[in-house]
C-alpha cells in the first residue's frame, strides 16, 4: 500500500478503483461535473487548503481541459500534477477506443501509475505509514 497524503483527483469511477492501491483521499470530478458542482469545489478547495491536491487526469484533451480548470481555481503552491504517459490503446472494459485512441488512467500499468506519483513527489515511503494515518485522521 502507498501512502499519499495529498488528495487525488481523477475524472471517474474507474480511475479510482485503479488506485485501489493507494491509502489516501481519491476524489473524482466526474468527467465535466466537476465546472457546474459547487459543492464538489467547495470540498476540493478544503482539501487542498487542509492537504494538497494532487491532479491525475487522463492525458487526452479531457483531461486537459479538467486539469487546467482545477489549475484556474486553486492556488499553484496547494497544488501538485502527475501525468501519465501518452499510450495507444483501449481500456478493457471499453468495447472501441476513445476519441485520441490513448489509454486513461484506468488502463495504465500500476507501475507505471507509481512512477508518475514518485515523478510528482507525492509518494510517501512505507517508514512513514503510520504517521501519515495519523495525519489523514487529524484533517478528516
Known sequence: MIVVKEAIIVEGKYDKIKLSFI????IETRGFRIFKDKEQMALIR???DAR???ILTDSDSAGFLIRNYLK???????IKHAYIPDILGKERRKTSYSKEGKL???GIEKQLLIRALEKAGVVVNQETISENKE???QVT
Do not use: N, Q
Not at 491509502?23 to 481519491?26: F, H, L, P, Q
Not at 484556474?72 to 503552491?77: K, L, Q, T
Open 23 to 26: 491509502d489516501g483521499m481519491i
Open 104 to 106: 486513461g488512467v484506468e
Open 135 to 137: 495525519y489523514v485522521r
Open 46 to 48: 478544503k482539501m487542498a
Open 72 to 78: 484556474s481555481c486553486i492556488a499553484p503552491d496547494k
Open 52 to 54: 494538497g491536491l494532487l
